[in-house]
């Protein structure tokens, strides 16, 4: 076969593109897995010009299309969203479901696009969800608030074990409020710690400064989400404020698409599912696998929490009844988690009929708790 009968048969060329914060390495294959390039090109401007164009010349070169793979990376993203624009499709890769590269016992960078290419040519790799902007941006927001909200903690915590090394013991309420947290200094300084009441100044001025951040942040999720649909039904949850609401909405946009009215799924992707052990004839069931999005997980439990705290509303639903029943039994820890994997498959009901939260069906006899009932399927 001539070489101009054997192009005119590849219809896609696969590159597998592996993606670095400074450089790019590809490697480029044709159906049949034989190599046709392999390269390396700088993630600047001119370097992704200069890859675009090689790309393009394959194309008109050998009248193709070219597809790209890409693991999920911090530049995924921007990768994806260029070369689409220039009319290549691109498969992100869920890193969690490909362990080929990681596990390899010779792992390079030009390996890693082989593997890459190679496995695209066989349409054989698992695709990441990649959220729209909008939620990209709301995700960025809330772990931005979150890095805060455990700075500003760390700070506290350090502030009452200084404290209680110089004989004064002091409880939370003591650093929520300026006033108090002055008197805290003043204390200090009546005792003859001149040093480290200054230095307890410096710290509280870097909380109160922290505080402020945090609520201009705040008020920044509240613009980016006043339109939010998703945000107004989760609020429709007794326990379930705005943060938490929000918390929720930036990470499940799309739920059908990516889930296809799969509770189990949506459960595996918060990380609430437990860890199964197989052998033989032997199950056993381990803690939550924890895999997922941690805000995400966190929101989850907070909204449990808030749930249980309410229990002059709640008290008398059948999640609370069991939740009571269970931690009796087993222990707090494990009866919340056990409650937020119910609460969570409410949740999902409620997003996949857009419908608000219904207390109706919280009582015993009425209560649903498998999302093939709660969503009629």
């Known amino acids: 076969m001539g070489r101009k009968q054997r192009e005119e048969k590849i219809e896609q060329l696969s590159v597998g593109v592996d993606l670095h914060k400074s450089q790019l390495t590809i490697c480029v294959m044709r159906e049949d897995g034989e190599l046709v390039q392999e390269g390396m090109y700088r993630t600047t401007a001119e370097g992704y010009r200069s890859f ?5 010349e394959w194309e008109q070169e050998l009248g193709c299309s070219v597809a790209m793979a890409v693991e999920t990376t911090g530049n995924a ?14 498969v992100v890769v869920n890193t969690n479901k490909f362990k080929v590269i990681s596990q390899s016992t010779k792992k390079n960078d030009r390996g890693d ?25 709301l995700r ?6 979150s ?3 455990s700075s500003m903690v760390k700070m506290k915590n ?13 409880k939370a309420a003591q650093l929520q409020s300026n006033k108090k947290r002055q008197a805290l200094v003043k204390d200090l300084a009546d005792q003859g710690f001149t040093e480290a009441a200054a230095s307890l100044e410096v710290i ?8 402020e951040q945090i609520k201009v942040l705040e008020k920044r999720l509240r613009e980016m989400t006043k339109d939010d649909e998703d945000v107004e039904l989760l609020m429709t949850i007794p326990g379930v404020g705005f943060l938490t609401a929000s918390s929720i909405a ?40 924890k895999h997922g999005p941690q805000e995400l997980r966190t929101a989850f439990v907070q909204a449990t929490m808030g749930m249980i705290r309410l229990s002059k509303i709640t008290g008398e639903w059948r999640l609370m009844t069991d939740y009571r029943a269970m931690k009796t039994g087993k222990g707090s820890g494990k009866s919340i988690i056990a409650t937020t994997r119910k609460l969570a498959r409410i949740i999902f009901a409620m997003l996949h009929n857009r419908e608000p939260f219904n207390p109706a069906l919280m009582v015993r006899d009425k209560c649903l708790f498998t999302v093939e009932e709660v969503i009629g399927a």
């Open 113 to 137: 696009a082989a593997t890459l290419a190679y496995y695209l040519g066989k349409d054989m790799l698992p695709e990441s969800h990649l959220a729209d902007q909008s939620s990209e941006e």
């Open 250 to 289: 930036a990470y499940t946009k799309d739920l059908d698409k990516r889930f296809c009215g799969d509770f189990k799924r949506f459960a595996s992707y918060v990380g609430i599912v437990p860890s199964v052990h197989n052998s033989s004839e032997t199950v056993h069931m381990g803690r939550i696998t």
């Open 204 to 211: 509280l001025g870097i909380i109160e400064g922290v505080q």
């Open 77 to 90: 993203r921007y990768f994806r969203n260029r070369m689409e624009a220039e009319g290549f499709s691109v």
């Open 147 to 149: 890095l805060l909200v």
């Open 52 to 56: 675009v164009q090689k790309m393009h």
């Open 158 to 170: 350090q502030i009452h074990g200084m404290l209680l090394g110089y004989g004064i013991a002091t």
């Open 140 to 145: 960025r927001m809330i772990k931005c608030r």
